[in-house]
């Protein structure tokens, strides 16, 4: 409960479900157990507060927060893993004596004893959809707007657990060989050439090879943006906003040749793009400096590619990072298509006639996706959209939109724009 009483305060912003857990390096079953039902409750809270509102004569004080919470750990419990329901409604009310509230163990006692009669199905049948699908109303609405034929499946496809994917190192190995040293639970993505997706997940340390860089985690949608980008063997490719470095480590296995330089803002997080290259046993020129204002860390010779992995919403990868639905608000989108749409600008001049950056975002949402690239494209006449998408894609005014897929790729955007009139794609 420590842990979701810091991500959910119960009192207005709380802190990032992936640092919090960082504090708390349990291994084994018990952390196993605590990430899944920290991960459930902030995919599932919505519908789990709704239903648990509804069974109290009184509402529950602010001061009793470790309280709801516990509750709602259980009801995730029950609704959603398979655990057995006689040993999950008797485990509750000890947890509330352990959380020095004993006036609640016989609340959690009768709570947990009736939803264990229900599925949660039944539970909400009452539920409007953006309680049912566990999402603040703005998000819900913004959906609607932007994808009114596929709102409901991207918010269904968020409430399920991500797939493990892994990225096949091409310069150590074929994805053949890796998916045979993997075994059982291996299959190839149909959209990366270098994906592979296990079933069930494996800590890292026990994948073959993974020591020595052989293989990274990286979701399919993720590794497009570098596997679409096209430079010349020794170019020289800007990752703008690179860390932790996932796609500074691909593009240094695509073009092991290049001249590659990684940018990111944030001086502590270079440290992370280091120790990934490392493993990978690989290098980088690494900067910190502002994408947006290149006058303070560009040495005034252009690139030949440039790959603008963009801060954003995050609303693509809501079932990898759950506890952001009730982190972001509406007025942060505005401020972040402000903020790539300066980058766009400033780092297109840095780019060499014929060249191709590469704009990609973690969203869905049209604002940070193909309305900005259009917005672009009318601001640059020089910018060309030359992104390959498959014939069954969604069709939007430029790039590639990808949806969240159970088992498949996150929810993922991106746009290859060519500069000058090249004939070619
Ligand atoms: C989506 S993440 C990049 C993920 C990374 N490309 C990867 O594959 O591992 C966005 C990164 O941009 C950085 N960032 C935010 N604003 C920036 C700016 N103005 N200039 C450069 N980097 C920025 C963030 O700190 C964050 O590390």
Redo the contacts with the bound molecule.
Sequence with gaps: MRVLDRVIPGKGDGESLREVLRDFPLAGSDGGLMRDISFGVCRHLRPLNHWLNQQLSKPLKASAQPVRLALLAGLYELWFTERPAHAIVNAYPALCRKLKAPWAAGLSNAVLRKASQLRAEQALADATPNIRLSLPDWLYKRWCQDWPDQADTIAQANLHTPPFTLRVNRQQQQRAGAIAALGEGARPGELSPWSIYVTPARPVFDLPGFEQGALSVQDEA?QLPAELLQAPPTGRIL??????????GQLREKFPNAELVA????DK?LRRIEENLARLNATATLLQ????QPDSWWDGKPFDAILL????SATGILRRQPDVKWHRKSSDIPVLAD?QAR?LDALWPLLKPGGMLVYAT?SVLREENDHQISAFLQRQPQARDVTPRPEQATMVDAGWQLFPQQDGPDGFYLACLRKGAQQDT
């Design positions: 993720a990752d703008a906003c690179a860390a932790p470095g996932g796609k500074t940018l990111e803002l944030e997080r400096g502002d994408a947006s992995d963009a801060p954003c903020l980058m973690c």
